[in-house]
């Protein structure tokens, strides 16, 4: 089991950069993919990256509209997981949700949900 607790939202211009951090508890951290989530209001909660590590390899997913602006990266010694986003648009404007699971980006294969955390870009 797992709890998450995401931190780093807030109100940023666009084309700033915002660091969000998820820190997870839990012994079986690093057997789970970890993703980032984002709902804005009245809309689905779409999936924005996901990482996964197995053995030296560690493999990353994007959102098309945020692959080469935000990074997600992971520290398992620390159970922690990040999105690194840079060049902001206000489209970004959303709840960010950190999740555990078995990986994709169907939101229904995470078992785990942090509380989420608001990004607000203004234009």
């Known amino acids: 089991q797992a709890q998450l607790v995401e931190s780093g939202g807030g109100l940023v211009q666009a084309g700033g950069s915002l660091r969000l951090s998820c820190a997870a508890s839990?012994?079986?951290?690093?057997?789970?993919?970890m993703g980032w989530f984002r709902q804005a209001p009245g809309k689905e909660r779409d999936f924005v990256a996901s990482?996964?590590?197995?053995?030296?390899?560690?493999?990353?997913y994007y959102l098309d509209s945020v692959q080469g602006r935000f990074t997600i990266s992971r520290d398992n010694a620390k159970k922690t997981v990040y999105l690194q986003m840079n060049s902001l648009k206000p489209e970004d404007t959303a709840v960010y949700y950190c999740?555990?699971?078995?990986?994709?980006?169907?939101?229904?294969?995470?078992?785990?949900w942090g509380q989420g955390t608001q990004v607000t870009v203004s234009s």
């Open positions: 999740a555990a699971g078995s990986g994709g980006r169907d939101p229904r294969a995470y078992n785990y």
């Open positions: 990482i996964s590590t197995t053995g030296v390899y560690t493999y990353t």
């Open positions: 839990g012994r079986t951290f690093s057997d789970y993919t």
